[in-house]
Every structure is written in C-alpha cells, then in structure tokens.
C-alpha cells in the first residue's frame, strides 16, 4: 500500500487512476493538482482526491507515488517544477500516449534522478474528457505499455507493473521507439484521420444538412473525433 498518490492533472486518466487505487485498497492519500482550482475543487467533492495541493510541487511532497497525467507536450515543464522532489524510491509515472519525447524530456530535466521515472501508456480512455468522467475501472482489463530505460531502477519498474497489475490492467514493455512506431500505426493515425475527416465535412457550407444524413458507418468511423482536441494536437 502507498501512503500518498501525488497526482499531476484531475482529468479523466489521472481521475481513474487514483479512483482504481482507492477501490484496490492500495493508498491511504491522495493529494491532487491541477492548472485549473475549479478542476481540483470538483475532484475533491467527486471524493478522487482528498485535499488539493497549490502546485505541482506539493502534490509530490510527502508522495510514495506520483503520476503524471498531463498533455504530452505539458511533461517537460512539470518535470522541471517537481524535480527537486523526485527522490530514490518514488515511483514516478506518466500516462503519455507517446513515449519517445516523454523519455527525451525526462533525460533532459531529471538527469541523475531519472532512474526514477517509470514511462507508462495506459491503453484505455473515452470519448468525453475530464473529472466527471473519471472511472474507478478505466483500466480493468485494459493494456498497460511500460518503456522504462536501461537507467530506470528495476525496483520500482517491478513496481510500477504490480500497481498497473492490482487495478486490472495487463502490462507489457517495449522501447519508447518500438512504442512510437507501434501506435503511430493503430492509434495516432486513425484519430488523425478522423478529426480531419469530420472537420472536412463540418465545415463546409452544407456540413450541417450532410451530418443530419449520416448513418451509423459515419458515427462509427469518426467517433474518436469526439476526443479531446489539446491532447491529441500534442500526440
């Protein structure tokens, strides 16, 4: 058990995390931080966190665990604020759908300390973003992608694996390069495809008339467009 989850970004992913490990038994404390007060007040009256912390900073002081659950492009600069916490025997996770830029920042900004630092993917999420959606069993029985470095200390990638594994999920390890590759090709290009898709119709000057048409192949073929734009701008 962990005594205090820091969680970085109450969104949906980080939301579910903390919402799992409370349904698991496996932390006394979580203690959350978001840009956005309104974002941590409403987590707190959800009950997915249990006080709100003023920073990214105090979110991981006095945390055994911390995630890290921010658009991929926002990890550099919130490993630069929490640095001078991360301490040996941590465990410091992201939730990053890519992980080639994650690792690069982390080496940049951590330096000696990113042994630390456990890149994780979960595979799971919805449509709809945000606290409100947060779900206690996104992750049940979905896959977990770990691309830990050769530095990354093997404690705490084995602990990393039993806290994915104890709130239902399935882990695997691949390099941050074999990730990339991997997900360009079954995830990042079709949520690509579908916004451009969808956009292309909306916009044009019938757009409206044409979507009040569409049958179920087109709500099948661009549902993942309903997905939450900043994110997948950054993926």
């Known amino acids: 058990m962990f005594n205090q ?3 970085i970004g109450c969104g949906l992913m980080g939301g579910s995390f903390a919402l799992a490990l409370k349904r698991a038994g496996l932390v006394k404390r979580v203690i959350g931080y978001s840009k956005s007060p ?3 007040d409403r987590a707190k009256k959800l009950g997915v966190i249990d006080d709100t912390a003023e920073s990214a900073l105090l979110a991981v002081s006095g945390s055994d665990i911390v995630l890290i659950a921010v658009p991929v492009a926002a990890t550099e600069a919130t490993l630069k604020a929490i640095r001078h916490l991360v301490e040996p025997g941590v465990l410091f996770m992201d939730v990053g759908s890519t992980k080639r830029d994650v690792v690069d920042a ?5 330096k000696e300390r990113v042994p630390c630092f456990v890149p994780a993917h979960p595979i799971a999420g919805k449509e709809v973003a ?6 206690a069993a996104l992750y049940t029985g979905r896959q977990v992608i770990l691309t830990p470095l050769p530095s990354t200390n093997p404690e705490l990638v084995q602990k990393a694996t039993d806290v994915w594994s104890a709130i239902g999920a399935q882990v695997m390890k691949m390099t941050p390069e074999n990730h990339d590759a991997a997900f360009a090709a079954v995830s990042h290009l079709p949520h690509l495809l579908a916004f451009a898709y969808f956009n292309s119709v909306a916009k044009q000057p019938a757009g409206r008339d044409f979507l009040s048409l569409a049958g179920p192949g087109f709500r099948d073929f661009t549902r993942i467009a309903a997905s939450d734009s900043a994110v997948w701008r950054d993926i």
């Open 5 to 7: 989850l820091g969680l």
């Open 38 to 40: 309104s974002t941590t």
């Open 106 to 110: 982390a080496r940049r900004v951590l």
């Open 130 to 135: 945000g606290i409100a959606h947060a779900d």
